[in-house]
């Protein structure tokens, strides 16, 4: 019954589908032919986006880029803050919170106290702020379709697991923009891969996704859970059960990853960049009490610690709370190799 209430709002929202499609076309094709202007820059602008609406990784993307080129770049990072509550353009502090700035901005700030992000839903503006400021690279996170600026290099990530050949435009499906959008990239990377993928699977991803740029494939590596003060878990997930509180687009290869190690989970979904109030708590802990066991723990990504923590400081629950980081990792040290002489910054 389920699945024919979605089928039939999908056959309801189609036509909409097609006109969102038809708009983005004439949009891009108006920047294509120039009558819609793209400003470039002197200073190296690097774009981190996708083609579909969220889970595609790119704000671990983003730290993979920052935690390559900071040794040799004075990099700052410049972001839209989705979710905030501000207007402008803004610099992230470490004593900002997620409605002043944006979770996934606060998330890398913390994360990298000494880069600098800024937030502003005007990217050329931001751009020429950081860029008189002296930053000589600029991240741009999620502008692949802000094509009021025309950056140094695009990189368009595609999660393995939503293939756009498979999708449709918003609000059917998940497409911002057709797979004919992929030309522009520079760069393409098929992200959160479960494993290598065979020659045959890369041949038929770059077919079916029409894919003319080079193309690579990324997965996540987990590290270990640490507790929202920093303190590493000393007790191995196989013995433990876990509540997962999640509040981003595609839990699933978190998910895949916990069962893989055996773990009992008890999974709590939000919507992605959910934002967390106090009633919240109230139903995480009704969840957490109907665990069974001593041996229990409430685990979350690193992009929803940003918001729970201060609305956990204090309480009884807070010592349960802890987070497992991720990061990049390329399938093979030649592709990485690669990847880098092709970005070529």
Known sequence: M????????????????????????????????GIFKSKSFS????????????????????????????QDYKIAVLSRGYGRKTKGFRYVNLDDNAKQVG??????????PEITFAVDEK???????????GYNLILLDDAFQHRAVKPSK??????????????????????????????????????????IPSDKEKTQIVHKNRVVSPLFFTHFEY????????????????????????????????????????????HLPYPDHYDFLKKDLLKIQEEFEKVKTTQKIILTTEKDKVKLLPLISGTK?????????????????????????????
């Open 2 to 33: 389920k699945s024919k209430s979605i089928d039939t709002l999908r056959s309801v929202l189609f036509p909409f589908s097609w006109l969102y499609g038809l708009i983005f076309f004439i949009r891009n094709r108006f920047y294509d032919l």
């Open 43 to 70: 200073t190296p602008v690097v774009c981190v986006g996708n083609i579909t609406v969220g889970g595609t990784g790119k704000t671990p993307h983003v730290e993979y880029l920052i935690h390559k080129y900071k």
């Open 103 to 112: 979770d996934e901005p606060l998330q890398m700030k913390l994360k990298f």
């Open 123 to 133: 990217r050329v503006h931001g751009i020429e702020v950081l860029q008189k400021a």
């Open 154 to 195: 695009s990189i368009v990530l595609i999660d393995y697991n939503r293939m756009p050949y498979d999708d449709c435009f918003l609000p059917t499906g998940n497409l911002r923009e057709g797979r004919r959008a992929l030309k522009r990239a520079d760069i393409v990377l098929v992200t959160k891969c479960p494993k």
């Open 223 to 266: 590290g270990s859970l640490h507790s929202y003060k920093g303190v590493p878990l000393d007790k191995s997930l196989k013995n433990l059960a876990l509540l997962l509180v999640t509040g981003i687009a595609n839990p699933m290869p978190l998910l895949d990853y916990l069962h893989d190690r055996e773990t009992t989970v008890h």
């Open 317 to 345: 629950l807070a010592s349960y709370f802890y987070y497992i980081p991720i990061k990049v990792a390329f399938e093979t040290e030649g592709a990485e190799k690669q990847f880098h002489h092709i970005l070529s910054l």
